[in-house]
């Protein structure tokens, strides 16, 4: 028999497929839960992280400093709320029976209006926010309140309030939900209070116009009704003044309550607050008068202050100063000041200037004048309208001229 040969064992290639045996060596034992810990240490980590991602976006739309990226829609509905969108650059203008608006800052004009005519005429346009503006659509006999909701260079038009009767001035409050308006009956004032959310009838309240009413066109003569800023009252001015005579500054509720009234030798008052206004004495210079008190202070002593005005944060009061209007001409040179009523300190925007408007804290737009060169009634020595807006710009006291 041939002797059998016992084979030692072979170690192993290092690309040859070991057999299927359980290794229960110390050593690589101790390899292979080192491995696993690692794993397990990469995927705790993993996971941690993956945590932390997921936390910072659920917690970013949250965040006080990310701006938001939802653009708004501006509203043209009856209940568009009563803050301002934002700081208001444009100055409502009426011009050859039509309603246009200048952008102060890049002076482009938005006509609103076109088919204005002798028969179908528009007025009295009238901001109630940054961006929307009310006016008057008058024809033979009647007037209607419009708004114009602005988008930029865009707009829409829509109808608020039929009054069904031509009126003289009106006021919306800035939440777009009381018209009040005033028309004229003979000798008799009648003012209109219209709730634009509820749809009731309107209220209406009447007062004597004594013989003060119809003179018009003199530096002291003022016929308009303003709502407080709050919308919760309403003041009536009728001062068109003939000598002697006693006007009226009165001042209602929006339920129609009379709760206050001043008669005298006074013009223009305007609203300081809910319960504070301005008017002009022409004996005594300006006062203030509170409602609460029923008295009346002295503000300044200046009695040639005309076309006053307040500023959108209330701490200044614009005003003419020199003007002498009558029986349409203008005989005297005016200038527009900015009276501080904190500091009580007036300051010059500029000559020649009238009718000064307040666009916000930092514009304001006048008319200009110019001296006669022999305008159709023309006199000697006095000024007329020049048909040009001047815009001041009072953060850097620099203006520009713009043609009507």
Known sequence: MPEE???????????????QTIDISLDKKQKKSKKWLWM??????????????????????FSKTEPSRTATKPSTSTTKPSENKGVRTNYACENNLNIWILDVTTKGKIQITKDGSADNYYHSPNFVDSDS????????????VWLADLTGSQFATSQLKKLNKVV???????????????????????????????GS????????????????????????????PDGQKFLVVDTALITDSKAKIIIWDINGNKLDELTGKITMPVWLDN???????????????DLATKRSSSLSSEKDWTGLTISPNGKKLMHN????????????????????????????????LYFPSWVNDQYVVSEKLKKCAGE?????????????????????NTNYEIAK
């Open 275 to 289: 319960k504070t206004i301005i008017y002009r004495d022409i004996e005594d210079g300006i006062l203030n008068y």
């Open 133 to 144: 503006v009310t006016y008057l659509k008058c024809f033979s006999s009647k007037c209607e």
């Open 168 to 198: 003289t001035a009106y006021d919306v409050d800035s939440s777009l939900k009381t018209v009040v308006y005033m028309s004229l009956v003979e000798s008799t004032g009648e003012i209109g209070i219209a709730n634009l959310a509820s």
């Open 201 to 228: 009838a309107d209220k209406k309240v009447t007062y004597d116009l004594g013989e003060s009413f119809g003179r018009g066109g003199f530096q002291d003569d003022s016929f308009y009704i303003k709502l407080s």
């Open 321 to 352: 100063k020199g003007l002498k209007m009558g029986e349409g001409s203008i005989s005297a040179n005016s200038g527009v000041f900015i009276f501080d009523l904190t500091a009580k300190t007036d300051s010059l925007v500029g000559d020649y």
């Open 5 to 19: 040969q016992i084979q030692e064992p072979q170690p192993l290639e290092q690309n040859a497929n070991p057999p």
């Open 40 to 61: 397990l240490l990469a995927a705790i980590l993993i996971l941690i992280l993956i945590g932390v991602g997921f936390w910072v976006w659920l917690a970013k739309p």
């Open 376 to 396: 159709q009634d023309c006199e000697s020595g006095s000024f007329v309208n020049d048909n040009k807006f001047v815009v001041t710009n009072l953060s850097n």
